[in-house]
């Protein structure tokens, strides 16, 4: 990647965010990784809820550790005016707000979108929900689970008798993602048009649940069936599933057109008898056939190591893979040799950390430490013109948490 960028492409853009758990937290460590400044602003009772999900990182719970890197902590109560007026202060200067708090919880602090329009027209504002405004569900708190089930994605995860969640919050990353891409979109237009107003920006996770799951709605309207959910492989291609091997492990084979499947069927199984089927010619054929196809392909499998598998699908042109436990994904050898990992600062010590997907040639991602509640305070409020009387003041008050340790 070349000689790290001491910038990156978002340096000079300024975060504020009011974010708990991970779909907020997750838009603006997408954004501190490309160099924005994120002041994170945490509750001095406690802070970001997701400190205290567990504590096996060194104390210190996974899913913040995971998603709040290179951000600064501001502890401010805003249930108290002074606390209010700091963070008015705080984004007279910033570029973006970004939250995610209860439903109703940025009006009654009086941060709603209209007010802030007002107070600062500058701002790009993001509020990420549960399910959008003006509905019947508006009024509902949204966690993860609770949206996958609402946009149906448990229904097709798993088995036709035991539903399932997937197992990454995928709600909350990919409302996170779409935040963070709403947010780049609207500093390329500062950079077409200059400066201006700012934005009022609204994403809710139950409509990007609805946009992921695009293929089973339009599937489910136009059929006028549901897909059931069939395990590990997928109710719109065959064959596509996970088989046993002769050595006990999984491997997870795929066709995705007609052709592989010939080539699956001749060179891999070597049943030119299955190649020539007519129930198997097209890809509906082989879905409806589904169980038959499984069971030949599982037999054939099951007499063959994993490595020997994956040799001859390789040399055929189809695709295969390896069913990882994730203790076994730690140490991948696509990650080890492509130096994937670095070493990211905690309050707790340093811990392993994975680079950002995109790799940008001439850019290093910062990589920067997770923050300690409210260890920013001070230094932050000071370079926005607070005078140490008046962090005293603040402190006394209770609007800001002790001084950091």
């Not at 974010?19 to 160099?35: I, K, N, W």
């Not at 994120?38 to 899913?63: C, L, M, S, T, W």
């Not at 006028?224 to 492990?249: F, H, K, N, R």
Request: net charge negative; charged share 20%; glycine share 10%.
């Amino acid at each position: 990647m070349g000689e790290a960028d001491p910038c990156g492409p978002l340096s000079g853009v300024t975060v504020i965010a009011l974010e708990q758990a991970v779909s907020a937290p997750m838009c603006t460590r997408t954004l501190a990784d490309f160099g924005a400044r994120v002041i994170k602003i945490e509750n001095p009772a406690g802070g970001d809820f997701a400190r205290h999900y567990d504590e096996v990182v060194d104390g210190q719970a996974a899913h913040f550790v995971w998603v709040n890197r290179g951000k600064e902590s501001v502890t401010l109560d805003l249930k108290s005016a002074a606390g209010v007026d700091v963070l008015h202060r705080l984004l007279a200067r910033a570029d973006v707000l970004v939250s995610n708090l209860a439903p109703g919880a940025t009006a009654r602090l009086g941060l709603a979108p209209a007010e802030l329009a007002t107070r600062h027209p500058h701002l790009i504002v993001v509020e990420i929900d549960g399910f959008g405004a003006g509905g019947p569900l508006s009024h509902k708190r949204a966690y993860d689970l609770l949206v996958q089930a609402e946009a149906g994605v448990c229904a097709v995860t798993g088995f036709p008798d035991s539903p399932a969640k997937p197992g990454p919050p995928v709600a909350d990353v990919t409302t996170g993602l779409y935040a963070a891409l709403t947010i780049l979109a609207q500093l390329c237009e500062r950079l077409r048009s200059g400066p201006g107003p700012g934005a009022r920006i609204a994403v809710s996770l139950f409509d990007t649940m609805a946009d992921v799951m695009g293929y089973h709605l339009t599937y489910a309207r136009h059929a006028g069936v549901d897909q059931q959910p069939l395990g590990m492989s997928s109710p719109a291609v065959a064959p596509y599933g996970s088989y046993g091997t002769a050595d006990g492990q999984t491997v997870v084979l795929g066709t995705t057109n007609d052709l592989e499947w010939q080539r699956l069927a001749r060179e891999i199984l070597r049943r030119p008898d299955l190649a020539d089927a007519e129930r198997f010619r097209t890809n509906p054929g082989r879905v409806r056939h589904r169980a038959e196809l499984d069971q030949a392909i599982g037999e054939w499998c099951v007499r063959h190591e994993l490595a020997e598998i994956q040799k001859v699908a390789d040399a055929a042109g189809i695709g295969n893979s390896r069913y990882n436990l994730p203790s076994e994904v730690l140490d991948h050898p696509q990650l080890v040799q492509r130096d994937r990992w670095r070493t990211i600062d905690t309050p707790a010590g340093p811990i392993p950390s994975l680079l950002p997907p995109a790799i940008v040639e001439g850019f290093v991602p910062p990589m920067n430490a997770v923050p300690g509640l409210g260890q920013h305070t001070d230094a932050v409020l000071t370079e926005w013109g607070c005078s140490p009387a008046e962090l005293d003041e603040l402190r006394a008050k209770g609007a800001i948490g002790p001084a950091y340790a």
